[in-house]
């Protein structure tokens, strides 16, 4: 069974960083692309980054361009997300996926940006 968990949201305050983790399962998405994804309250899901395979080549939203990097670790089946800079515009669900033969999800985990 392939499963995504994403990890390491919380409550930061406005100019702090956090660091969230996809680790996956059951799959090892070696030759995939990941992504990280957001949702915050009242508005469409946005795509945040994506990371090729080889993690060769990254590519952001451009209201996260130079704050956020993602990166991979395929040793360990895990892609992050470094955040800094957080701002109050950046509360939201964080998503990671991969499309491999089929549209994977993981359960989202919630960062919170308040004073």
């Known amino acids: 069974q392939v499963q995504l968990v994403e990890s390491g949201g919380g409550v930061v305050q406005p100019g702090g960083s956090r660091r969230l983790a996809c680790a996956a399962s059951?799959?090892?998405?070696?030759?995939?692309?990941r992504r990280w994804y957001r949702q915050a309250p009242g508005k469409e899901r946005e795509d945040v980054a994506r990371i090729t395979s080889a993690g060769g080549s990254t590519n952001y939203a451009e209201s996260v361009k130079g704050r956020f990097t993602i990166s991979r670790d395929n040793a360990k089946n895990t892609v992050y997300l470094q955040m800094n800079s957080l701002n109050l515009e950046d509360t939201a669900v964080y998503y990671c996926?991969?499309?491999?033969?089929?549209?994977?999800w993981g359960q989202g985990t919630l960062v919170t940006v308040s004073s």
């Open positions: 996926n991969v499309w491999s033969g089929a549209d994977y």
């Open positions: 059951g799959c090892a998405f070696r030759n995939d692309a």
